[in-house]
């Protein structure tokens, strides 16, 4: 299976026209008028970002998933993308072709589900871990792009769904001793396992996110984390609170078992939950649950916007907590 | 050094309004009206597209002058550019340092010498080889690209520069033992070695492309690969004449060492020459040699496309040559 194979065979269905049918040097786009361009590029590494030796759909889901999810956050719709494949050298050519078809049915997954098409890129072999990576078109109306450096003093902050399955799924995909203590039901695990393997960009939000936030981030890095990144690029203070962070019942259960305080603040540090945190004025407050109940999304206030810098978290009782570890430094 | 590091320290100055600061999700470009995007994007991976274990300017100047080069193809002015750099883990934190500040020069080196700027990207670390992805706008008059399947019959064949000095340059960064038995005087293993590090985007000619060329590609895996491409996307024959690929004095004088027709067709099928291969209707002959002697560029006619398909190569002596490796295959 070499290159032109590849691309004939699994990519060809994929492209649209601007793909120019992956036969020229480049992708040709056409912005309509009236649209800014939103840009995100996140590149992932076998045993780092992903499962080792996961080669398939699974792997290509999370790839555009994560990708999706920056778009997500600025209030963006997807257009098209590019991307790049290294396949691992030590996959022989009949695995390889089972991967690279599973691969292209995992694009082709996330493709239908958000209406979008491939645009080009190009195809590499590694000796060493897989490595692959997507630049993402997306598409706003001008000037109403979602901002990081929005937020404004006195707007609540707001997490989309729940925060830490995803955590929870990783310690259950790489049989984690601590949560093989913890011994979760099975329908527990699997949910976990799903939760992290399957991220849900929240594109089903972005009209109302570009209708009420002034600023929003993807959780990939942890609840903390993205908080301290929109109040620094905002000039402003995030406050927290511990026990407002929304949890699964699974996950409540987990922390319910332990230190809870403990529990809940690794949950907002770990990371990849890629739900949005935003901050919105609280005259929005309704809209904004009415219209995360329309499309049958949680959506939680958990903090506020003050004066000053930084983020201070409230514990469970009343207190400030040091964070220790703002989110998962990759 | 890590992340926020890098990107604060190194990445930031290099950073246009488009980029955010680097403080978001994602970047935000407004297309201009009247103009089409061109979307490129290109991955390195260490060893394999570049010489191991170099980690600073010159692999950067190649990274964005490979992709930049994949524009000029298309009569693209580049705009903007998304990085994605995976840094090996057996750097320790001192030289990681060191190539870090040395990649991020190499990147303002061609930056500022073709006017564009860093629009954003991400930066992971590898148990592997270095690799890295660039993905690049460029913008072009709207309707304007030059596209590979865009050639005519009785179109002539035309490429820019010399052919073949990269391949050799490569030879002698490697130590190759075919070429250590030529022994090349020293300023031309200079002169092709700079040939293979840097190679040059000819931007310079976008302007001419547009105006003169029906179809193009950039000289990436060979001229024979590129004109069979160009031949296919455009339903059409090409003929090649192997006496008028036009080579360095350097070159000549190595094929004359030795078989001549073989070192050629080696020459004409190696690739990483980043030239242009472009056809065009002859009544434009006289302005486009006009055009490229105002640039100092030098173009040659090589052939010309004809009816039926695929590609037809005239050897030295006149009779057609059978053409085993089309180029090179990453």
Request: hydrophobic fraction near 40%; aromatic fraction near 8%.
């Given at each position: ?136 078109l997306g598409g706003v109306p001008s000037g109403a792009m979602v901002r990081r450096s929005g937020a404004e003093l006195g707007d609540i902050v707001w997490a989309s769904g729940n925060i830490g399955d995803a955590h929870l ?62 109040a620094n690029a905002s000039n402003l203070r995030i406050e927290l609170f511990l026990s407002c962070v929304p949890l699964s019942e699974a996950s409540q259960k987990w922390c319910l078992a332990g230190d809870e305080e403990e ?68």
């Open positions: 299976m070499k290159e032109f194979d590849w691309i004939k065979s699994f990519l060809a269905p994929l492209v649209g026209k601007e793909g120019l049918n992956l036969e020229d040097d480049a992708a040709l786009y056409t912005p309509p008028a009236g649209q800014d361009l939103i840009l995100t590029k996140d590149t992932l590494v076998e045993g780092v970002h992903f499962l080792e030796g996961e080669y398939g759909a699974d792997t290509a889901q999370r790839l555009l998933a994560v990708n999706l999810s920056d778009l997500a956050a600025k209030g963006a719709r997807p257009v098209g993308y590019l991307l790049s494949t290294a396949w691992p050298k030590h996959l022989n050519a009949s695995s390889l072709t089972d991967c690279m078809r599973d691969f292209a049915q995992g694009l082709a997954n996330i493709q239908s589900a958000y209406n979008f098409k491939l645009f080009g890129g190009d195809t590499v072999r590694i000796d060493g871990p897989m490595t692959i990576s997507a630049t993402l799924g990783l310690m259950v995909a790489l049989q984690n001793d601590d949560l093989k203590a913890y011994m979760p039901s099975s329908e527990e695990a699997h949910y976990w396992e799903e939760s992290f393997r399957f991220p849900v960009p929240r594109l089903s939000f972005v009209d109302s996110l570009r209708l009420y936030a002034n600023a929003c981030a993807d959780i990939s890095d942890g609840v903390f984390s993205e908080a301290l990144h929109i529990r809940r603040m690794r949950l907002s540090s770990a990371g990849d939950d890629y739900e949005l945190l935003f901050t919105a004025p609280s005259k929005h407050s309704h809209a904004i649950q009415d219209a995360a109940k329309a499309i049958g999304l949680r959506v939680t206030k958990i903090g506020r916007v003050t004066e000053g810098s930084g983020l201070n978290c409230v514990g469970m009782n009343g207190q400030p907590v040091a964070i220790t570890k703002h989110g998962y430094s990759h």
